[in-house]
């Protein structure tokens, strides 16, 4: 047994982290959200951590996103993810990657990967991340913070609601958002236990569902979202629930 995973394959045995290992993810941005995803897939030992954004290291980030540090300032974020993702668990391979959503680069990496986690920070990137995962029918995680407050659910294409479903008319958002770091901390923390579940081959516990998340009053509440059969996204795949 590795001792670095001795204390998780008491859960889930050494078949496990062997599906663990085999596996890979696509973190798609690694600020507020994707910092405690990575961080935690990368620890879990999953075998291929595919990281995606575009942006630079800004000062303002840092007072939520988490993997980084002052030093890194003005570096491309994935690049400074990598670096210390590696240096946390180097069994891993993490792969940094510069490209946007909409990117053909993207699409050959949604294609490729076993689930993919959205830790975006705008409604138009995500309604294309939302297409492509069910284009290819892949496992899709999704959380968005502000302020206090955020949601968080898991889309199976084909059989559980997608975001155009739960969301047909987008959300709006204030530009910057405002955010407190444990927002993103907590569900991000949530998308990673989300992503580890679906590589495991376990039911994850928000498909179908809906977490909605008030830190401010401490309030967690879980709805049930279901499929439209109208849905322009996923409409036209099988039947639901
Ligand atoms: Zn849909």
Redesign the pocket.
């Known amino acids: 047994m590795n001792p670095r995973y001795e204390r998780q394959i008491l859960m889930i045995g050494e078949e496990g982290q062997g599906k663990l290992s085999n596996s890979s993810a696509l973190v798609v941005g690694v600020g507020g959200l994707g910092s405690p995803v990575a961080y935690y897939l990368v620890a879990a030992g999953v075998g291929r951590v595919h990281l995606v954004d575009p942006g630079y290291l800004e000062v303002s980030n840092l007072n939520r996103q988490i993997l980084y540090t002052t030093e890194d300032i003005g570096r491309p974020k994935v690049l400074a993810a990598a670096e210390r993702l590696s240096r946390l668990n180097p069994d891993v391979d993490v792969i940094p990657h510069t490209v946007s959503v909409d990117s053909p680069e993207f699409e050959e990496l949604v294609k490729e990967v076993d689930v993919i986690i959205d830790c975006l920070d705008n409604w138009p990137a995500r309604e294309a991340l939302?297409r492509l995962a069910?284009r290819y029918g892949k496992p899709l995680v999704h959380a968005g913070v502000a302020r206090w407050y955020g949601q968080a659910t898991t889309?199976i294409p084909g059989k559980t609601?997608?975001?155009?479903?739960?969301y047909p008319k987008g959300m709006r958002s204030e530009s910057p958002i405002p955010v407190i770091g444990p927002a993103p901390g907590v569900l991000g923390a949530i998308e990673a236990a989300e992503a580890l579940r679906i590589l495991l081959g376990l039911e994850p516990g928000l498909a179908g569902k809906l977490l909605i998340m008030d830190l401010s009053a401490g309030a967690f509440e879980v709805v049930k979202v279901r499929?439209?059969p109208d849905?322009?996204?996923?409409?036209g795949l099988g039947v639901g629930e």
């Open positions: 939302n069910v889309v609601a997608c975001l155009a479903c739960i499929r439209r849905c322009p996204v996923c409409g």
